[in-house]
């Protein structure tokens, strides 16, 4: 599994026909930053409408998983949502000129291969997996689905389905790694049942269906007459099967194709969560609206961890950067230089403690007979642990300034008073181009968050 976020090198544009719409769409991928996540754009809609891939934001389940925001929705998102996962693609903004995206031939292979051949781009920003630590069980008795989460050290998906059909009988399918989805799984076809279709097409409800882009199981005997019909439906010379079988004789793919698109399914569903796994997911009887109810439970899980997070871990002993080295980097003196030490630094985040105490100089006229560090020296002091971070990018630091640019977001959630000590953590929200560093940084005493904020700084080369 990839320690990076990746995007893709260039666009690449697939066309084809909704199967629910019926109508014919453009969609593209392009290339997005760090962080950016996976997002939909309806650029056929008045202002051009952004739906991120969220499983909040999911609002039908009926006949694949539909999102929608303020009015505007995209359909049948999950096959292109499996492929990127199966890539490992983080961060891509995904144009379209209609309300669905394109079936295609019912399988995820087509968006795998248009996304290889442009290839994928390595970003700076690492993969922040969630990593399952008790198990997560969902269960729908009417429909007898079962799913369980367990804890892993990669993303695994094993999947069982049983229709009580003599055609399918039981079958599984298994994901042993996510490198493995765009050879085993990415090709498998969506499926459908002969008397599900006729009743969907009785209600003019799949206007881009076609033998080409599912794999129709007929499990009953089928007279002339109604194959004569469908051959009309679907503008074809002939239908035919055998006693029972495939609509067609279609050739299955791999004999457990229907279990392996369960699989494929279940993979995009659960992308919605938002967050690279490291879990194996196991699921009996799967379907879209179990997958996305499965998925928010997660999601709220991972939401409740992140949000009663702890403080990056700290030792006396360990120091990177001492009150000596932190002078070399920073031009800032007495009574101005606030950062005591650095315990953790890398291309990407930083990590530096400020130790408070009775003898600041601002605790003279900033509520004496009640002492609270002022909040803009919190962020002066978040700001220079980012400044080194910024100047750490550099060879010869002592030649370089860092200035402020801005400050966002900024949030003051718990005072700050002597014998507290300030961690501060910064992650970059970009890479570094042109001199710009934009960080996203968080202050904390023991676990608790006091102070948050995102800022940007410019690194300028001294003048001689």
Not at 181 to 202: K, M, W, Y
Not at 359 to 368: D, L, Y
Not at 374 to 391: C, K
Request: aromatic share 6%.
């Amino acid at each position: 599994m990839n320690e990076k976020q990746n995007t893709i090198k260039s666009a690449v544009t697939i066309s084809g026909i909704g199967l629910h719409s019926g109508a014919s769409v453009n969609m593209t991928f392009k290339p997005a930053p760090e962080n950016h996540g996976i997002k939909f754009q309806r650029i056929d809609l008045p202002d051009k409408p952004v739906i991120e891939a969220d499983v909040d934001l999911v609002v039908d389940v009926s006949r694949g998983t539909t999102l929608g925001k303020n009015g505007a929705r995209v359909s049948t998102i999950e096959h292109a949502l499996a492929a990127l996962t199966g890539l490992q693609i983080d961060n891509v903004m995904i144009e379209l000129d209609g309300p669905e995206v394109p079936i295609m031939d019912g399988s995820a292979k087509q968006f795998v291969d248009a996304l290889l051949d442009v290839g994928i781009d390595e970003q700076l920003a690492p993969r922040e997996y969630y990593e399952l630590k008790e198990n997560v069980t969902y269960f729908d008795t009417e429909k007898k689905v079962e799913m369980l989460a367990v804890p892993d050290d990669v993303y695994k998906v094993t999947v069982m389905v049983d229709y009580n059909s003599p055609v399918l009988g039981t079958q599984h399918a298994r994901l042993n790694n996510i490198g493995e989805f765009a050879r085993e799984i990415s090709s498998c076809r969506t499926f459908c049942f002969l008397h599900e279709l006729e009743a969907l097409l009785a209600n003019n409800l799949i206007k881009g269906g076609d033998l080409n882009n599912a794999i129709v199981i007929v499990d009953r005997v089928v007279s002339d007459g109604e194959l004569d019909h469908l051959a009309e439906l679907f503008h074809k010379p002939k239908v035919e099967v055998k006693k029972e079988g495939i609509l067609n004789n279609l050739q299955l793919r791999y004999q457990n194709e229907p279990a392996r698109h369960k699989l494929l399914d279940i993979v995009g569903d659960l992308a919605l969560i938002g967050t690279p796994l490291r879990a194996h997911i196991l699921a009996a009887r799967p379907g879209h609206a179990a997958n996305i109810e499965f998925a928010k439970k997660i999601k709220k899980l991972i939401k409740e961890e992140r949000r009663n997070h702890k403080a990056p871990s700290y030792t006396s002993h360990k120091t990177i950067f001492d009150i000596n080295h932190i002078e070399k980097l920073l031009p800032h003196r007495y009574p101005m230089l606030l950062i005591d030490k650095i315990i953790e630094i890398s291309d990407h985040h930083v990590v530096g403690v400020k130790n408070v105490t009775l003898n600041e100089w601002f605790f003279q006229g900033h509520f004496p007979g009640n002492p609270i560090m002022p909040g803009v020296m919190q962020i002066e002091a978040m700001a220079q642990t980012g400044g080194i971070l910024a100047l750490n990018s550099v060879t010869n630091p002592q030649d370089y300034w860092t200035y402020f640019l801005k400050i966002e977001n900024v949030r003051f959630k718990q005072k700050v008073i002597p014998g507290d000590q300030l961690i501060f953590k910064l992650e970059l929200v970009s890479p570094i181009r042109r001199g710009i560093c934009h960080m996203r940084g968080e202050a904390y005493v023991g676990d608790k968050v006091v102070t948050e904020a995102e800022m940007m700084a410019q690194i300028v080369k001294k003048e001689l």
